[in-house]
């Protein structure tokens, strides 16, 4: 399938060459010089967020961090932004979104930008390539800007491994977590699940549960690799504990899918028992009570 053509651009196999000097990762002195005769202020209010960035999750602390900091020394590396088609001087911004947000907090007037004549498909690979390698993106939102270039500009996996630097397999492997239900996805999002931990449910019968599973486990990679390889058995029994029978693995199932929470049911020889319900914050114990205690 042939590219779709942005602006006049050239192919992407010669896109990727001088972008790390354009996002200042090579720190040379023809660099340095280049972005400094580049480089001017604008006011803060004249820039505007790039709807297409793939970065979607600001952490409030580590704004809070950036904007100590600024306030301290001030932005050291520009914000690269381009025109926008409304006003030539009002900019949006391609790479740098964070530091915009984090110098609003710290009440600059004016930020130091570098502005670029760059169409929408460059753009986003710039803004995807900055993230990733200053490892800005959770999974996800790696995935999805992944999917959109794919999606938006038809471009192959290994034309995408090549311009951002990346292997045809990384790529291959981050666009699988979007096959992922919501709810794991959420917890790659939030930082619960980890990419290697969310790679090994993609084909499995029961990803949800399982990633409950590994998380209140505490299992890590090769563990839920082998708990993949026998899903008939529960994290704890992987872990040491006696086989259960089928009506027992079936209630356990039937109350964690009603609580959201990983149970863990225990028969005895005497016919008594032990039920265990994991949480793991206040509000989880919260959801259970409420569930349990007549209102």
Do not use: C
Not at 267 to 292: F, M, P, W
Request: charge should be negative.
């Amino acid at each position: 399938m042939a590219k779709k053509e942005d602006g006049g651009q050239g192919a992407p196999s010669r896109l990727g060459r001088g972008l790390a000097a354009l996002i200042g990762d090579v720190d040379t002195e023809k660099s340095a010089l280049d972005r400094a005769r580049g480089q001017r202020r604008v006011p803060i209010e004249f820039l505007r967020p790039n709807p297409r960035n793939p970065r979607k999750r600001f952490g409030d602390e580590d704004l809070a961090d950036l904007a100590a900091s600024i306030r301290e020394k001030g932005i050291v590396q520009p914000i690269l932004v381009r025109a926008t088609p409304e006003d030539a001087d009002r900019f949006e911004i391609i790479a740098g979104e964070r530091r915009w947000r984090a110098a609003q907090r710290a009440g600059l007037h004016e930020v130091p930008v570098v502005v670029h004549k760059v169409g929408d498909r460059e753009a986003l690979e710039i803004a995807i390539i900055e993230n990733v390698q200053r490892a800005d993106l959770n999974p996800l939102e790696e995935a999805e800007g992944y999917q959109r270039l794919i999606d938006e500009f038809a471009y192959t996996q290994a034309e995408l491994g090549d311009v951002i630097g990346k292997s045809r397999s990384h790529v291959a492997n981050t666009l699988r977590l979007l096959k992922l239900p919501n709810p794991v996805q959420d917890m790659i999002a939030d930082g619960s699940l980890s990419a290697g931990h969310a790679r090994t449910l993609v084909t499995h019968d029961d990803p949800e549960n399982l990633a409950r599973e590994i998380i209140e486990s505490g299992l890590n990679v090769r563990e839920a690799e082998a708990l993949m390889k026998r899903p008939e058995k529960t994290a704890h029994e992987s872990a040491g504990a006696p086989d259960k029978d089928a009506d027992t693995r079936a209630i356990e199932k039937r109350l964690s899918d009603a609580l959201g929470l990983a149970v863990d049911l225990r028969h005895k020889s005497s016919g008594a028992g032990e039920l265990r319900i994991r949480y793991k914050t206040l509000e989880q114990l919260d959801g259970v009570i409420e569930r349990l205690v007549d209102k």
